[in-house]
């Protein structure tokens, strides 16, 4: 691969715009600055030249509920890719009494087709010996981030106590714990009697998981995590409930981050009384969907800096899976698609209308994602020595959302109709260019696996801060006598 220059555009970044051409090569960013020339020139006049998209929360491939979500490593890295996301984090889940190795090479194994960069999270389903000595070997493999799943009682669901070790265990490797906050005891329960009461349609999975169920588990997982001195990552934040404890915990020095999904903030609980059942079930995904006061709450939190980061949770499912559910709404696979579209679903509905400023649209869909999952600069920056995963955005360039054109597998798609602006002109995957002007032109195989480094600054602040104030026996200098 020759030099290619990116030219007359706008480096936006985290903390700074300005103009500049940005020349990459072997798959790096070498320079930044005016009139640079190569081998080849992508014309960037009128667009921000920005990091790739980092989507940090992907189930590609997912075996769940009888089936497997429906995009793999192939679709599912072109359709980031044509939504100017350059890498995608998955989520490794472990079969029960599978250990964590095995289930790192079933997800090796899914990647041979992938187009761009991925990294993945390791799921802790259950607690034994093994998986507590094992830990040590995913985070030497670079896998520093751990996820728990409060809901989904029966199937990956871990109880508080199990949940509490893992945090201890992952707080002393210097990784980062996530969860899924939901009560899933609470949810069991609900899905039951709403079942019983003839409750069958999917309108029932949102009765079955209120915000509160949510807001518990939030606040829970974070008075686990303080105790056990691990940052805590929580994902698909889709409420006021857990937001507040989120915003709280913050307030009070707490190492917590909180990510809501574009879907959360674009979509509303509405959905679900359409009359349409398919329609209905394909918006089916824990949490819910929520009522505009929630999506408001979602909104200021971007703003002022109380949630962190912007992902999809995509993991798509077809028509025909979804009607797994007809009679029984707990049967419906969970879950909805995004990657192709959180992107310019961000830029139309946070940047355009002012909410977001183009900075922050970068720190929550690159910049803060790649520094809390420990591969900051390598990804998320626009830095001599970075990673040239790159997105070309024209903020003009518009087209309306529809699954007839998608990259994604399955028939359908929850933003379809949408209009949308912010399109990349080119993204770029290691320098690679792999759209122009809305045409993908992806590489199997081309994407890499990105190993991450733990004990960033955060994880060793909090082991000074734990080492400062670790109980401690006080030394006295008589001891009185007992008994007469
Ligand atoms: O409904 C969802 N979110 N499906 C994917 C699995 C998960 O809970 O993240
Ligand atoms: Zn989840
Ligand atoms: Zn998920
Ligand atoms: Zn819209």
């Keep these: 691969m020759g030099s290619t220059v ?4 706008t480096v936006v970044t985290a903390d700074l715009s300005y103009p500049a051409d940005v020349k990459v090569e072997n798959g790096k960013i070498t320079e930044i600055g005016p009139n640079l020339s190569g081998d080849t020139t992508l014309d960037a006049t009128g667009c921000f030249v920005m990091p790739g998209g980092i989507d940090p929360h992907t189930h590609l491939e997912m075996p769940f509920m009888g089936t497997y979500s429906a995009d793999d490593f192939d679709s599912g890295t072109r359709a980031a890719l044509a939504g100017g996301t350059t890498m995608v984090i998955d989520f490794a889940l472990p079969a029960p009494d599978q250990s964590l190795m095995d289930a790192l090479k079933v997800w090796d194994n899914k990647t041979a087709r992938a187009h761009c960069d ?16 094992e830990m040590e070997q995913v985070v030497d493999r670079g896998i520093t981030s751990f996820k728990h799943f409060m809901a989904y009682k029966g199937a990956l669901m871990v109880n508080d106590d199990e949940m509490f070790a893992s ?4 707080g002393d490797l210097g990784g980062i714990a996530m969860v899924h906050a939901e009560n899933g005891d609470v949810v069991a329960e609900m899905c039951a009697r709403l079942l019983a009461e003839g409750n069958t349609g999917p309108e029932a999975h949102a009765y079955s998981r ?5 807001g518990e588990a939030t606040n829970r997982a974070i008075m686990l995590a303080d105790m056990a001195g691990v940052p805590l990552y929580v994902v698909h934040v889709s409420c006021e409930d857990s937001h507040e404890a989120i915003r709280r915990a913050r307030a009070l020095g707490k190492r917590v981050w909180g990510e809501p999904l574009i879907q959360h903030l674009t979509l509303d609980d509405s959905e679900y009384a359409n009359p349409d059942w398919d329609h209905a079930a394909r918006r089916v995904m824990s949490p819910p969907f929520r009522n505009k006061r929630h999506q408001d709450s979602l909104w200021a939190g971007l703003m002022s800096g109380s ?11 077809t028509t025909e899976q979804k009607r797994f559910g007809v009679g029984d709404f707990t049967r419906i696979p969970n879950g909805t698609g995004g990657l192709e579209d959180r992107m310019p679903m961000l830029w139309t509905h946070g940047v355009a209308t002012g909410r977001l400023t183009p900075n922050e649209f970068v720190a929550i869909t690159s910049t803060n994602i790649a ?5 900051y600069p390598k990804k998320g920056a626009v830095m001599v020595g970075a990673d040239a995963d790159l997105v070309v955005l024209d903020p003009k360039a518009g087209k309306t959302i529809s699954a007839a054109t998608q990259q ?15 399109l990349p002109r080119f993204t770029l995957t290691r320098g690679r260019v792999a759209v122009t002007e809305g045409k993908l032109d992806a590489r199997e195989g081309w994407g890499e696996f990105v190993a991450r480094t733990p004990r960033g600054e955060v994880n060793r602040a909090l082991s000074a801060w734990k080492e400062l104030s670790a109980p401690r026996p006080i030394q006295r200098s008589g001891i009185p006598a007992t008994g007469v």
């Design 371 to 375: 520094k809390i999952m420990g591969m």
């Design 167 to 170: 945090f201890r265990r992952v």
């Design 6 to 9: 990116i030219r007359g555009g």
């Design 408 to 422: 994604s597998a399955i028939d359908y798609n929850v933003f379809e109709g949408h209009a949308v602006t912010g």
């Design 210 to 214: 209120p915000p509160q169920v949510e």
């Design 118 to 133: 991925y990294s993945f999270h390791m799921a802790i389903t259950g607690w034994r010996r093994e998986i507590f000595d």
């Design 307 to 317: 949630l962190s980061a912007v992902a999809t949770d995509h993991c798509a499912f």
